[in-house]
T-cell receptor, first 114, second 110 residues
Framework: DAGVTQSPTHLIKTRGQQVTLRCSPK?????VSWYQQALGQGPQFIFQ???????QRGNFPDRFSGHQFPNYSSELNVNALLLGDSALYLC?????????????FGAGTRLSVL | GQQLNQSPQSMFIQEGEDVSMNCTSS?????WLWYKQEPGEGPVLLIA?????ELTSNGRLTAQFGITRKDSFLNISASIPSDVGIYFC??????????FGTGTRLKVLA
């Protein structure tokens, strides 16, 4: 049973560029959340997708957008990259009907903005 | 963003020692989760706590949900080198998102 998978594992971009990160949820999970983890910090919630719609959003600007596909996989897009967007981006999946919506995390995509 | 406060920030201990770390919040929480994150990996769930006073073990790990619902602790007994990592507490804020603590970095000296 594959867990949460993310791609790519590492990415280097320059300021002003756009980036797309991808996530495949754990089998049986239909809800995907995205988190940003800056170096030395805990993960910060970006948004969550369920039934192909954004269900809740954290304190992130509109440059951060996402999408969920019918097969429950998800993309995170970041436009007009800033140096401060350099971080580990984590995807987490959970079953909508699962107990307390426990989330399972992927290994993340390390984004470096130069 | 909002975060839970964890202490200590970092620990260096000898293999075989017991470890204790805690997490506090100014708000009442309904769920306490403890995750471990190793370099290059995402957080992995260790223990989930759902009611005040609950004490739960997972192997050498033991965690408790504080009676006031504003704190939790995690103990690791007889530490081993593979316990190295960053330990995060987290709360399921509302239904959808986790609020993570600041993390406790554990290093075990053989």
């Amino acid at each position: 049973d594959a867990g949460v998978t993310q791609s790519p594992t590492h990415l280097i971009k320059t300021r002003g560029q756009q980036v797309t990160l991808r996530c495949s949820p754990k089998s049986g999970h239909d809800t995907v959340s995205w988190y940003q983890q800056a170096l030395g910090q805990g993960p910060q919630f970006i948004f969550q997708y369920y039934e192909e719609e954004e269900r809740q959003r954290g304190n992130f600007p509109d440059r951060f957008s996402g999408h969920q596909f019918p097969n429950y996989s998800s993309e995170l897009n970041v436009n007009a990259l800033l140096l401060g967007d350099s971080a580990l981006y984590l995807c987490a999946s959970s079953p909508y009907s699962g107990r307390k919506n426990i989330q399972y995390f992927g290994a993340g995509t390390r984004l470096s903005v130069l | 963003g909002q975060q839970l406060n964890q202490s200590p920030q970092s620990m260096f201990i000898q293999e075989g020692e017991d470890v204790s770390m805690n997490c506090t919040s100014s708000s009442i929480f309904n769920t306490w989760l403890w995750y471990k994150q190793e370099p290059g990996e995402g957080p992995v769930l260790l223990i989930a706590l759902y009611k005040a006073g609950e004490l739960t073990s997972n192997g050498r790990l033991t965690a408790q949900f504080g009676i006031t619902r504003k704190d939790s602790f995690l103990n690791i007994s007889a530490s081993i080198p593979s316990d190295v990592g960053i330990y995060f507490c987290a709360d399921l804020s509302g239904t959808y998102k986790y609020i993570f603590g600041t993390g406790t970095r554990l290093k075990v000296l053989a």
